[in-house]
T-cell receptor, first 113, second 111 residues
């Protein structure tokens, strides 16, 4: 079975500071890892994914994520947070084959001016 | 392209009533999904489809039925609504079982 954990319900960061949203996963075989963002009253939007290759993945809006196989983590990062980054962030994972994504419970990011 | 659209945006039902949620995509995607989002629970997969005429159960399928008669449409039905089905429902689609594109959601309240 595959699962994903987002240990923080809420992350607060000052504008201009770096931000990290944590994600750990459990999956059989090689993981396919994703980050999505949800703005208020909207559907989820794709940010970035890791399938294979370089452990540092760059995505939309200046976000990046680092895949760490030994720690089974895929933390989302941004060097300098913006107020407009305030949203709900979801990590998701699946194994190879046709298994659907499993989403974490989400982390609410609040960037304070 | 409209992407993924959902009808209706809001609905209030009484316990025991039935309804159908419609999801449509114009990206020629093979895969389509229905999720529900509840506070503190994240997104949970209800049913999904890997192609026209196919459906499969997700994590929380009980009380729901789905149909994929046309490639571009994926219908979610509630035969006898219960208050526990009060939620925000999201449809998504993907070309392969990979990056998903989400609709704007349907907010359903069951009284």
């Amino acid at each position: 079975a595959q699962s994903v954990a987002q240990p923080e319900d809420q992350v607060n960061v000052a504008e201009g500071n770096p931000l990290t949203v944590k994600c750990t996963y459990s999956v059989s075989g090689n993981p396919y890892l994703f980050w999505y963002v949800q703005y208020p009253n909207r559907g989820l939007q794709f940010l970035l994914k890791y399938i294979t290759g370089d452990n540092l993945v760059k995505g939309s809006y200046g976000f990046e994520a680092e895949f760490n196989k030994s720690q089974t983590s895929f933390h989302l990062k941004k060097p300098s947070a913006l107020v407009s980054d305030s949203a709900l962030y979801f990590c998701a994972v699946r194994s190879s084959g046709n298994t659907p994504l499993v989403f974490g419970k989400g982390t609410r990011l609040s960037v304070i001016a | 392209n409209a992407g993924v659209t959902q009808t209706p945006k809001f609905r209030v039902l009484k316990t025991g009533q039935s309804m159908t949620l419609l999801c449509a995509q114009d990206m020629n995607h093979e895969y389509m999904y229905w999720y529900r989002q509840d506070p503190g629970m994240g997104l949970r997969l209800i049913h999904y489809s890997v192609g026209e005429g196919t459906t499969a159960k997700g994590e929380v399928p009980d009380g729901y039925n789905v149909s994929r008669l046309k490639k571009q449409n994926f219908l979610l039905g509630l035969e006898s609504a219960a208050p526990s089905q009060t939620s925000v429902y999201f449809c998504a689609s993907s070309y392969e079982i990979d990056t998903q594109y989400f609709g704007p959601g349907t907010r359903l309240t069951v009284l």
